[in-house]
């Protein structure tokens, strides 16, 4: 099994940024592929970003390029979500994700692994 516990978000004004981390546990971190969807109130859990396994590959979803970039630290177990130019659009729970792939499916019901989500609220 794999836990995945995320941190970072909060409330942010229309604009800033936030850094979101998942902190990994229960298998070896650099055999899973990583990444991060999102849930707004009333819509289905979207893909966000995923990076591979050795971090070399990242893919970020196209409404999301430009503000959003995915990176992790294989040494600390992390994945982390840097989000930039931040729109009352981005407000959501943000779920980390794992999966024992090659890289993490973008269709949220074939992932393998996931956190409790942490919260992201943007003002305007």
């Known amino acids: 099994q794999v836990q995945l516990v995320e941190s970072g978000g909060g409330l942010v004004q229309a604009g800033g940024s936030l850094r979101l981390s998942c902190a990994a546990s229960?298998?070896?971190?650099?055999?899973?592929?990583m990444g991060w969807f999102r849930q707004a109130p009333g819509k289905e859990r979207e893909f966000a970003a995923r990076?591979?396994?050795?971090?070399?590959?990242?893919y970020i979803a196209d409404s999301l390029k430009g503000r959003f970039t995915i990176s992790r630290d294989n040494a600390k177990n992390t994945v982390y979500l840097q989000m930039n130019n931040l729109k009352p659009e981005d407000t959501a729970v943000y779920y980390c994700?794992?999966?024992?792939?090659?890289?993490?499916?973008?269709?949220?019901?074939?992932?393998?692994?996931w956190g409790q989500g942490t919260q992201v609220t943007v003002s305007s």
């Open positions: 990076i591979s396994q050795s971090g070399t590959s990242t």
């Open positions: 994700a794992a999966d024992g792939r090659l890289l993490l499916p973008t269709t949220s019901s074939s992932v393998d692994y």
């Open positions: 229960g298998r070896a971190f650099g055999r899973l592929a």
